[in-house]
């Protein structure tokens, strides 16, 4: 458990660092919002052995929707057009999610 409370540590710092950064340029943005999604929602899937199972479950799977939406913003930066599409493709993942949360409860 201490690694857990050390790792969401760690994240919150480097969320902290990033947000700084930002303040001094606004534009940066849209490069950092995904580095934290990305960083807090692997932070999140990697600690899902330190608790118990279905816990651990369930921090497995959301942790990485977070790092996949980090993903997506990253390609919906690069390829505009298919923002909707994308948008689309990630609404089916989280009912994909949610259905195996529900299987799994």
Known sequence: MNK?????GLA???VGVVAALSTLSPELL???????????????????RF???????HMLLWGAMT???GGLWVL???YP????????LYLALIGLAVFLTGVRS
């Open 30 to 48: 849209n490069i950092f919002i995904p580095i934290i999604l990305i960083v807090v929602g692997s932070t999140v899937a990697a600690s899902y």
């Open 81 to 88: 057009a298919y923002i909707n599409t994308l948008a689309f």
């Open 12 to 14: 919150i710092t480097a």
């Open 76 to 78: 919906a930066q690069y």
């Open 51 to 57: 608790v118990d199972e279905d816990v651990g479950f």
């Open 4 to 8: 857990l409370v050390s790792a969401i």
């Open 67 to 69: 790092a996949i939406l």
